[in-house]
């Protein structure tokens, strides 16, 4: 018997003289050996209700969909799956194709979507400012933008008072790339391997995934460091990870001393040492890295690099454009679960639950010396719409609980998925925090080499036609990345874990199938 069958049967619990051929009942059913899941290769387990019906799709037909998007759109390939979603509409946690069918979404457009889709309140907010006042430049004064100033400012620690408004999370960060530069009158900027702070020339310098790099000149003088990943880098395991979900990797640390993050830190010193000029202009990092699935840094690692870069002249700057707004369940802000005063934060995304909307939120001194060196205009920046939705955005937040459903729900999800974690060989890691999660699938747990990009993309397609919505990450594309609508229950969690194992049985049968061949 082939080792794909045993472990199967393993994970399935079944007695080795029950196997017949490939095809039992026991597989065909999975209801017959588990009361929890209810899993079958014909039929999807069972979604939960939603209270909301879609209006008839009556728009283009798909195929005139695909032919506009082949002559007229991007040829750069990003569509998830063989046959790309038409999606129609969207509900909370909801999406609805132009069939009719209904998914959960668990990546939220990308992590965009922070308090659902078309949320009553923020939908009111909009059709009222949309009746009232569409634009105007911030060479005008108009209330939004200051009401959502003072909103914005109240969320954030002093000195952290000074608010640039923006379009886009790449925005943002080019932005932030001046106000370091132009304050400390240095070059050089440090980020992770595996960092992604955005798609455009200047912040390409800063994004460290090989997928995103280009062979044309784009953001000169920035130098990337070692990420300190705790599951595939050197060093770390079991102790070392602020998350309710630790590595099943050992390491020598302790719960109070991380070994790994000394270890780290001392490459990212080598990095200072070697790497950029005496003086630095600063250091970019995300709280926990989004594109490349994931990942978190060992307990206390960014306290000890940002005063690294201070000795070297450069300021620190939290990427919060994945991370922010109470996403992580613990904290409203990523960096405050590190412990540290960031210089310069950039947000997006959930800022404004997907209408284009980006802030660089820094101190009045770093602020005035941008002014000084450089007229910083921005067309639509601070733009009616998008500031009257982002206060409704933050007042949703505030009343639903949402921080405190991010907090208590992904818990609960994180534990779930470590259970799945320790019944598949190929789930090698699941981490996060919050509803901020990532599931990093291998070949195998003892070699951690990634799982092919054809069997993951096939397990991703398994977890869509069962009406689940996840997203991927990682340098080798090989980790799911969950992202939910803060509002998420768990309810639609079990629903969510119940499919994944459901994708993974079906993963094991056919490489089972294939074995046996």
Not at 253 to 263: G, I, M, S, Y
Not at 288 to 294: A, P, S
Request: net charge neutral; hydrophobic share 40%; glycine share 8%.
């Amino acid at each position: 018997m082939t080792l794909a069958w045993r472990y199967l049967l393993r994970t399935l619990n079944l007695e080795t003289s029950s196997l017949r051929t490939p095809r039992t009942h026991s597989l065909l059913n999975c209801a017959s050996w588990t009361p929890t899941f209810k899993c079958s290769f014909h039929t999807k387990p069972n979604m939960p209700p939603c209270d909301f019906s879609p209006e008839k799709y009556q728009s283009l037909a798909y195929n005139h969909v695909l032919e506009i998007k082949k002559q007229h759109l991007s040829p750069v390939a990003t569509a998830y799956f063989q046959k790309p979603l038409l999606l129609h509409q969207g509900h909370m946690e909801w999406l609805f194709d132009s069939e009719g069918n209904r998914y959960l979404d668990f990546f939220s457009g990308i992590v965009t979507i922070s308090v659902g889709h078309c949320h009553p309140t923020v939908n009111a907010a909009a059709q009222k400012q949309l009746g009232r006042l569409w634009h105007t430049s911030s060479v005008f004064l108009h209330p939004p933008m200051c009401e959502y100033a003072e909103k914005l400012a109240a969320l954030l620690p002093e000195p952290l008072k000074v608010i640039f408004l923006v379009n886009s999370g790449s925005e943002a960060n080019d932005l932030a790339m001046m106000m370091a530069r132009a304050h400390t009158n240095n070059s050089d900027i440090i980020s992770f391997r595996g960092a992604y702070h955005g798609c455009s020339p200047y912040t390409l310098g800063l994004t460290n995934v090989g997928l995103y790099k280009t062979a044309l000149p784009s953001g000169m003088s920035c130098q990337s460091t070692m990420c300190p990943d705790v599951f595939r880098g050197p060093w770390g395991g079991s102790h070392c990870r602020d998350s309710p979900v630790q590595t099943i990797r050992k390491c020598s640390c302790a719960p109070d001393f991380c070994q790994a993050k000394e270890l780290y830190i001392d490459q990212f010193r080598d990095t200072l040492n070697t790497s950029v000029a005496k003086s630095i202009a600063g250091f970019f990092a995300e709280p926990i890295q989004g594109v490349n699935g994931v990942i978190q840094y060992p307990k206390g690692f960014l306290k000890d690099a940002f005063e690294l870069v201070r000795e070297k002249g450069g300021v620190c700057v939290a990427d919060e454009v994945q991370t922010g707004f109470g996403r992580l369940g613990s904290h409203f802000w990523g960096f405050q679960s590190h412990g540290v005063l960031p210089d310069i934060v950039t947000m997006a995304k959930g800022i404004g639950n997907g209408f284009p909307m980006a802030a660089v939120v820094t101190t009045p001194e770093i602020a005035k010396s941008l002014a000084k060196r450089l007229l910083h205009f921005n067309t639509f920046g601070g733009n009616p719409m998008a500031c009257a939705i982002g206060s409704a955005v933050l007042e949703v937040i505030k009343e639903e609980n949402l921080q405190e459903n991010c907090q208590e729900v992904g818990t609960y999800m994180l534990l779930k998925l470590a259970e799945l974690r320790d019944e598949f060989d190929i789930m090698g890691d699941v981490r996060g925090k919050g509803l901020m999660i990532g599931i990093e699938m291998v070949q195998g747990k003892m070699s951690r080499q990634p799982l092919p990009g054809d069997e993951v993309s096939q397990i991703h397609e398994d977890c869509k036609d069962m009406g689940l919505l996840l997203g991927r990450g990682g340098i080798y594309s090989q980790s799911f990345r969950i992202v939910p609508p803060m509002c998420v229950t768990k309810r639609e969690v079990d629903f969510a874990v119940e499919v994944f194992r459901c994708a993974l049985i079906q993963h094991m049968e056919r490489r089972a199938k294939r074995e046996k061949i």
